[in-house]
């Protein structure tokens, strides 16, 4: 089991930037691949940015240049740095976890944090 905390998000306006934590109950450096989803009102919820064990990142094209997913291994925990926001990133961002398990793979998610970008 992994559990998911996220924190950070807020309301700011168009072109600021926001660092959204999302903190793992055990040792991220044992989950497959970590990643930050978004969902706004009305929408699916989309893949914004992932971080595998091994360092590699992969992004959406709407966030390429303006978001960076890293990690603190020491503190367990994810971040998704949001520069240039745009009132178009308003929404839920959730944090996701992805762990082997045996020959399958369990998925986890957080709670959500809010945020919100006026124009």
């Known amino acids: 089991q992994v559990q998911l905390v996220e924190s950070g998000g807020g309301l700011v306006q168009a072109g600021g930037s926001l660092r959204l934590s999302c903190t793992a109950s055990?040792?991220?450096?044992?989950?497959?691949?970590m990643r930050w989803y978004r969902q706004a009102p009305g929408k699916q919820r989309e893949l914004v940015a992932s971080?595998?064990?091994?360092?590699?990142?992969n992004y959406a094209d709407f966030v390429k240049g303006r978001f960076t997913i890293s990690r603190d291994n020491a503190k367990n925990s994810v971040y998704l740095q949001m520069d240039s926001l745009k009132p178009e990133d308003t929404g839920v961002y959730y944090c996701?976890?992805?762990?082997?398990?045996?020959?399958?793979?369990?998925?986890?998610w957080g709670q959500g944090t809010q945020v919100t970008v006026s124009s």
């Open positions: 996701s976890a992805r762990e082997a398990s045996g020959s399958s793979w369990l998925g986890y």
């Open positions: 055990k040792r991220i450096l044992s989950i497959d691949t």
């Open positions: 971080l595998s064990s091994g360092g590699s990142t």
